[in-house]
């Protein structure tokens, strides 16, 4: 498989926009010594988060708030997203 490379949020919201996904939704965050790690999953239209997440914390794709998290994926690696569709 080959990575997929993207220049910032704006960049990777577009590509899962293209891939079906429309929302983004928190789901924990895992404290560690050195890093705290927020953890998100993407869905598509129809579908709903994971009974184990936190529902009322779901920002469509082109939100401002969605954009700034895929953007701390991008940039810091405090963020987790599943499922993984990075890669080709």
């Known amino acids: 498989m ?3 490379e993207f220049k910032d949020g704006q ?3 577009m590509f899962l926009t293209s ?3 429309f929302a983004i939704y928190y ?3 895992e404290s560690r010594e050195d890093l705290e790690i927020d953890y998100y999953g993407i869905i ?3 579908e709903s988060p994971t009974e184990d997440c936190v529902n009322n914390m ?3 794709l082109s ?3 969605a954009v700034y998290i895929l953007d701390r994926y991008l940039k ?3 963020v987790k997203i599943y499922p993984n569709v990075f890669r080709i």
Request: a negative charge; charged letters at 20%; glycine letters at 12%.
């Open 2 to 4: 080959i990575p997929l």
């Open 11 to 13: 960049e990777l919201s």
């Open 19 to 21: 891939q079906g996904f």
């Open 27 to 29: 789901c924990t965050t």
């Open 44 to 46: 598509k239209n129809g």
């Open 58 to 60: 779901i920002f469509e």
């Open 63 to 65: 939100e401002s708030e």
């Open 76 to 78: 810091t690696g405090a």
